[in-house]
């Protein structure tokens, strides 16, 4: 039945007519089959949208993304006004996301796909647009403001998520036979060479040796992310957090202090360390205030790489 999964997937994933949110689906049992969470939790992910807490991949995200505003002025209304952040007042840009992350299941984006363009707001946007309202003059005020995102950009994400299925399966064929059940191995070492952009070569930096020191079979050691550059990110995160808007500067710097309390464990647990931490990138991505989102991101990037190298439980 397993040989039979994986030739089915890789003749089906070829066929541009295949709906991507199949393809998903059997990539949810032959992670099932092999015992790759990597690939499950992906698939599902893909096929269910990303949660607030989850870190999106970066193939979601964009950036100087155009955002369309509808505004009154005395007894004009205009509609569908473009405007970048650099035309927005500067104490209103700050709480304007820097980047625009698409959370929907891939059905929901291939659904928008043949529009000509795509409205998205966010939380962070209202509190944006209420702040700018309170300066504009009597008889005007903003009413929408929203990004605009064109048919062909969905077009380009899922096309990215279908290429990299490709690859996936490219690797696993290449190297299993199709009749057998490839390792898990195998699975998530394509997974990371294919979806997240990692392979086996580690950077990290162990605290307790005199240098680096490679983990894994084939994995190469150099000087990285340590545990003390995470913790003086979180530090500058939490003073940064005054200037997220007031319903979230609280969360922020909650959640940084969890984030500080898995990491200071005397055995810090992989998952526990990374869903904190992208519970804190969900929260400084909803402030949309860039020095707090640069910091939060450099966070996340280091203990990812930390947890990839096995750093953690």
Not at 12 to 34: K, Y
Not at 250 to 255: C, I, R
Request: hydrophobic share 40%; net charge negative.
């Amino acid at each position: 039945m397993t040989g039979t999964l994986l030739t089915s997937l890789r003749l089906r994933v070829l066929d541009e007519a295949e709906p991507l949110a199949g393809l998903l689906r059997v990539c949810l049992m032959l992670g099932a089959e092999t015992g790759s969470a990597s690939l499950r939790d992906w698939a599902r992910r893909e096929l269910n949208g990303y949660g607030d807490d989850d870190v999106a991949p970066e193939y979601r995200r964009f950036s100087n993304v155009p955002m369309s505003m509808d505004s009154i002025s005395g007894n004009t209304w205009a509609t569908g006004q473009v405007v970048t952040r650099f035309q927005v007042p500067g104490q209103v840009r700050e709480y304007l996301p820097e980047e625009l992350i698409l959370r929907q299941p891939v059905e929901s984006l291939e659904a928008m796909m043949g529009q000509d363009s795509v409205s998205f707001t966010t939380p962070a946007m209202g509190y944006a647009m209420n702040l700018w309202n309170r300066q504009l003059g009597p008889y005007q005020s903003v009413v929408n403001l929203s990004y605009r995102v064109s048919g062909t950009n969905l077009a380009g994400v899922i096309g990215q998520i279908r290429t990299k299925l490709v690859d996936v399966v490219a690797d696993l064929t290449a190297s299993t036979p199709l009749e057998e059940l490839p390792s898990k191995t195998s699975v998530d070492d394509a997974f990371r060479a294919r979806v997240t952009g990692s392979t086996n070569t580690y950077t990290t930096t162990i605290n307790n040796p005199s240098g680096p020191t490679a983990i894994g079979e084939g994995a190469q050691a150099s000087s990285g992310s340590s545990l003390a550059e995470v913790l003086e990110l979180l530090e500058q995160a939490s003073a940064e957090a005054g200037s997220a808007p007031p319903d979230l500067a609280e969360d922020v710097v909650a959640a940084v202090r969890e984030l500080r309390e898995a990491l200071l464990q005397k055995h810090p647990q992989g998952a526990e360390v990374l869903s904190r931490a992208g519970k804190l990138r969900a929260l400084a991505e909803r402030a949309g205030v860039g020095a707090l989102s640069t910091s939060v991101g450099g966070v996340v990037g280091a203990v990812t790489e930390m947890a990839l190298a096995g750093a953690f439980g």
